[in-house]
């Protein structure tokens, strides 16, 4: 993109509601399990799915828990450059790039909604089990989901010819 756009009206910060919306159902769905749950407590929704309250001190399936504390900083660190990176790019392109600017809004709204985790707790409140018989999937949350969405549309945008901006409007 050659210019940057006049006002944040025009540019892909249009979007970043979506960030707000997956951040504030993240922290109310969180606060609504600290409050309702004791850890490890679990009720079965369906024949495959549990809501089952665990602490990830780690980042995606646990990655780093054991490592003492100094991870929880590590991916502070990391939220807050992606967030800001993403910001930057969402100034840097028009609002009619939707789905580039859907999937920054998904990554940053999931990825501060874990921070406020691990600043508040020293942990990531994670509940979302699904299952098969006796296979569990790592548990995970609505900041997770978002993150996960994002990145994925993020990788499928990269492998899309570059489309004029009129394409980008379908």
């Not at 922290?27 to 850890?39: D, R």
């Amino acid at each position: 993109m050659s210019s940057v756009p006049l006002t944040w009206k025009d540019s892909g910060l249009r979007w970043y509601w979506v960030a707000a919306l997956v951040f504030l159902a993240d922290q109310l769905s969180k606060q609504w399990v600290l409050a309702n749950f004791e850890l490890y407590e679990s009720i079965q929704l369906l024949p495959i799915f549990n809501f089952t309250y665990v602490r990830n001190y780690g980042a995606a399936f646990s990655f780093l828990s054991d490592a003492g504390g100094w991870q929880r900083w590590l991916f502070t660190i990391i939220a807050l450059g992606f967030s800001t990176l993403l910001t930057i790019w969402l100034r840097k392109q028009s609002y009619l790039l939707w789905r580039s600017n859907l999937a920054f809004t998904l990554v940053i709204g999931g990825a501060l909604g874990n921070l406020v985790d691990r600043l508040m707790h020293g942990f990531v409140v994670d509940f979302i089990d699904f299952y098969w018989n006796s296979s569990h999937y790592p548990a995970f949350n609505i900041a997770d989901a978002g993150i996960f969405i994002g990145a994925v549309l993020i990788i499928w945008e990269s492998f899309r010819p570059d489309a004029k901006l009129s394409k980008e409007q379908d």
